[in-house]
């Protein structure tokens, strides 16, 4: 099973942009759908953006489209999402997630593999 790692969170103005990696271990991570979770304090896990292993077509949560942009790099086994325009509510704990030959989904039960979580702050 892929093992996934994020990194690139951090604390950023509103209006600012952070960019978040996750690096998968293993050798068919290109055969993996990808999605990135966040989970702010007191609420539930929620979906922001999916990629897919087939065509590399994307979706995203309402609440980031067109502000956050998911994308893959397959020969560096990473998939990444360019965050611009942040806001405070964007504050969460973002995790990246892997689906084994997977539709492109917006639901955490599909997913297989997760990973330890990034903090993302963003302050007024």
């Known amino acids: 099973q892929v093992q996934l790692v994020e990194s690139g969170g951090g604390l950023v103005q509103a209006g600012g942009s952070l960019r978040l990696t996750c690096g998968a271990s293993?050798?068919?991570?290109?055969?993996?759908?990808m999605g990135w979770f966040r989970q702010a304090p007191g609420k539930e896990r929620e979906f922001v953006a999916a990629?897919?292993?087939?065509?590399?077509?994307?979706h995203y949560a309402d609440s980031v489209k067109g502000r956050f942009t998911i994308s893959r790099d397959n020969a560096k086994n990473t998939v990444y999402l360019q965050m611009n325009s942040l806001k405070p509510e964007d504050t969460a704990v973002y995790y990246c997630?892997?689906?084994?030959?997977?539709?492109?989904?917006?639901?955490?039960?599909?997913?297989?593999?997760w990973g330890q979580g990034t903090q993302v702050t963003v302050s007024s």
């Open positions: 293993g050798r068919t991570f290109r055969h993996y759908s």
């Open positions: 990629i897919s292993w087939r065509d590399s077509a994307t």
């Open positions: 997630a892997a689906d084994l030959l997977g539709a492109v989904g917006s639901s955490s039960q599909q997913y297989d593999a």
